[in-house]
């Protein structure tokens, strides 16, 4: 029989090992064991560590939000009122550490600060939707770290989303349809009417309808509280009946009968917080804190986390199968991710190189245009200084013959006052000696001067007319 059991192809041994789960039988114990204790177990440590609570509100500017958040908690949460003149939409985290009995709770309330109050109101969600994935994102890459603390990391992931409508009694706004359909798949909405005590009983219940209504139209998945569970069954299925709750938040005690009761003074009456003829107050809390809460923990990150989580390791490349819908591991897909990533780098590379070698290419030309330019334009500032010099060795050589020219006239006359200044001594004498055969007379009313030689009479001078004349080269008369 063990030869028979030895016998076999190794898949024939594989198929015969059970899955966990499959086959299981149910044995009786002979005694006590003591595991029946593990449910204490997990709740001292879960009370050792302690818990956290995160609540998104979301709603218009002076809904009442911050009261709302101090009547659920019976405390007083500090914080600064909110104007109307945001230029967009701000959240605004607080985390707060709160003690009951034995219980820890770090509390996380984000509200939206502007929400509503711009007069473009078209990407009013998208800040809301950016913080979610931001806090996804953060406990995402705190998982994928190689050493993880997730027990001693606070988890600041959105839980449940308290989304505040205004007490119109006719319709939801269309922001609101629009921002609730952008979040329900990305967090757990719990729709409230905030004010309620502004209309009566009667548009209450129609408003309430009204809302139901839109949201199943428009295709909004609000949170439904859970009904598996045999233990809350029945009243949670009896609460989502309610939904949308009707609220009213204060923080003012007054006196009614015997008791201090959170209320609200009216001239025409009062209104109680926890009175549910009133409002939905105590339902809200009771789903919300005592009921519900580590649900609405489970499914943010069971449902919500999970599917943020799928689409970005898909974005990455990760994959469950392989194409032909077999199983495909981490490190196949690692592996298969890292060959892709090495193939583009290698293309990424070869691209790079060609565009390198192209621009160096064009690089070249350009300069080699560049120096071809310079060229020219040196050679043609060259035959211009060649031209400009060879005017101004011309003008220079003109220039030149002038002076020599001018020279050569100072000298001659310069020569010629010298020899006429000799010559104007001889002629001084001559004068002299021809004084004597000088005379005048009368022609035509003018009277000469006259010069008695051999050759016959020379007139030197006259004066014609009261006008003296004179002649350099002599005349010739007869009489």
């Known amino acids: ?157 959105i839980h449940a989303c308290l989304y505040f409508i205004a007490p119109t009694g006719h319709s939801l706004k269309s922001l609101d349809l629009v921002t609730m359909k952008k979040l329900d798949s990305k967090v757990n909405i719990i729709p409230i009417i905030a004010k309620s005590d502004a209309i009566s009983k009667s548009e209450l219940t129609k408003f309430k309808i009204k809302i139901t209504s839109e949201l199943v139209s428009n295709g909004v998945q609000i949170y439904q509280f859970p009904t598996d569970d045999e233990s809350v069954a029945e009243i949670n299925g009896t609460m989502n009946a309610h939904l949308p709750f009707a609220v009213i938040g204060s923080t003012e005690e007054l006196k009614i009968g015997n008791k201090m009761m959170k209320a609200r003074q009216y001239p025409w009456g009062t209104v109680q917080v926890e009175n549910e003829a009133h409002c939905d107050f105590v339902k809200l809390r009771e789903m919300l804190i005592r009921v519900n809460m580590e649900d609405l923990r489970e499914q943010t990150h069971s449902r919500h986390y999970e599917l943020y989580r799928r689409c970005k390791l898909e974005e990455m490349g990760f994959k469950d199968t392989d194409p032909d819908s077999k199983p495909f591991s981490l490190q196949e897909t690692y592996e298969a991710k890292r060959n892709e990533f090495l193939g583009e780098l290698q293309k990424k590379e070869e691209e790079m190189r060609q565009m390198f070698v192209q621009r160096v290419k ?79 007379f009368t022609v035509n009313s003018a009277v000469c001067c006259m010069l008695h030689e051999t050759q016959g009479p020379v007139i030197h001078g006259c004066v014609l007319n009261s006008i003296p004349c004179y002649s350099w080269t002599g005349l010739h008369l007869t009489f």
Not at 42 to 51: A, E, I, R, Y
Not at 371 to 387: G, P, S, T
């Open 1 to 157: 029989m063990e030869a028979e059991a030895n016998s076999g192809s190794p898949e024939d041994s594989w198929a015969r090992i059970q899955r966990p789960g499959e086959g299981c039988r149910t044995v009786p114990l002979a005694g006590h064991v003591g595991f029946d204790s593990l449910p204490d177990q997990l709740v001292n440590k879960s009370v050792s560590q302690g818990f956290c609570f995160n609540i998104l509100c979301v709603g218009e500017t002076g809904l009442g939000k911050s009261t709302l958040m101090d009547t659920l908690f019976n405390t007083k949460f500090e914080g600064e009122p909110a104007t109307h003149t945001q230029p967009g939409v701000q959240l605004r985290s607080n985390t707060y550490d709160l003690q009951e009995s034995n219980v820890g709770l770090k509390l996380t309330i984000v509200s939206t600060v502007g929400f509503g109050d711009q007069i473009n109101k078209e990407d009013s969600y998208k800040p809301i939707v950016e913080f979610i994935d931001a806090q996804f994102e953060a406990y995402l890459q705190e998982e994928l770290k190689i050493r993880r603390v997730l027990h001693t990391y606070h988890d600041s992931r």
């Open 362 to 440: 064009e690089k070249e030309a350009e300069l080699k245009e560049a120096e071809k330019e310079l060229h020219e334009k040196f050679d043609r500032l060259k035959k211009l200084h060649q031209d400009e010099k060879k005017k101004l060795e011309d003008k220079k050589k003109s220039l030149d013959d002038e002076v020599n020219a001018f020279k050569q006239r100072k000298t001659a006359a310069e020569l010629l006052q010298s020899q006429g200044s000799q010559a104007g001594g001889s002629q001084t004498l001559k004068r002299d000696k021809e004084k004597k055969n000088f005379y005048c």
